[in-house]
Nanobody, 124 residues
Framework: QVQLVESGGGLVQPGGSLRLSCAVSGTGSIFSINDMGWYRQAPGKERELVATITSGGTTNYADSVKGRFTISRDNAKNTVYLQMNSLKSEDTAVYYC????????????????WGQGTQVTVSS
């Protein structure tokens, strides 16, 4: 089965950095990966988009993280990364990776999978 495993979260001081990883496995020959992205959810708030990256490498960022975060992907490893620099207390949240998959033999059929989330806490 398809599985997304996240890692890299933790507690850092304001101004610090973290690098999140999300590895996708279990796709076999059935699914192929299209777009990948990161979302986050702070306590009492809705889940929000952080960044996305297309299969062609085009990136998109929320205004709140532009210039500080960088999303990237390694297609050979089926992994998406989020490099987070100059972290602020407002970045504290559970971060979730998301991947859009399509059936290799029938690309018009698409679906999405979510990681389990990794906690990022920015505090002094």
């Amino acid at each position: 089965q398809v599985q997304l495993v996240e890692s890299g979260g933790g507690l850092v001081q304001p101004g610090g950095s973290l690098r999140l990883s999300c590895a996708v496995s279990g796709t076999g020959s059935i699914f192929s990966i299209n777009d990948m992205g990161w979302y986050r959810q702070a306590p009492g708030k809705e889940r929000e988009l952080v960044a996305t990256i297309t299969s062609g490498g085009t990136t998109n960022y929320a205004d709140s993280v532009k210039g500080r975060f960088t999303i990237s992907r390694d297609n050979a490893k089926n992994t998406v990364y989020l490099q987070m620099n100059s972290l602020k207390s407002e970045d504290t949240a559970v971060y979730y990776c998301n991947v859009a998959l399509f059936l290799t033999l029938s690309p018009r059929y698409k679906t999405n999978y979510w990681g389990q989330g990794t906690q990022v806490t920015v505090s002094s």
